[in-house]
């Protein structure tokens, strides 16, 4: 499939917000999953928020519980990662992708070249 394409990054303060999109190819609500991860240097990729589309539910990791919230625009074809209270351990490349296959694993075959999120302080 096509990448899809991330947008939305920059450089804030801590204690700011961010709000990335994601432009998919096709209607998200078409998705199995949608998928949001980061990957910071020295550490391991990690998955910051999920959406199953059959019934809405969502799901984030201890680490951005409460601050991140993943959405998505089916009139847009995009989805979007809403940052709020940024740490400095948020900087990372963020990336999106999609799960088309509805055989009950989310695990996307092509990510978004990533946008850039650097917290300050």
């Known amino acids: 499939q096509v990448q899809p394409l991330e947008s939305g990054g920059g450089s804030v303060q801590v204690g700011g917000s961010l709000r990335l999109s994601c432009q998919l190819s096709?209607?998200?609500?078409?998705?199995?999953?949608l998928v949001w991860s980061r990957q910071a240097p020295g550490k391991e990729r990690e998955e910051v928020a999920s959406l199953y589309t059959l019934h809405g539910n969502k799901y984030y990791p201890a680490s951005v519980k409460g601050r991140f919230t993943i959405s998505q625009d089916s009139a847009q074809n995009s989805i979007y990662l809403q940052m709020d209270s940024l740490k400095v351990e948020d900087t990372a490349m963020y990336y999106c992708?999609?799960?088309?296959?509805?055989?009950?694993?989310?695990?996307?075959?092509?990510w978004g070249q990533g946008t850039q999120v650097t917290v300050s302080s």
């Open positions: 096709r209607n998200p609500a078409d998705a199995y999953c």
């Open positions: 992708a999609a799960e088309w296959r509805r055989d009950g694993n989310c695990v996307p075959n092509f």
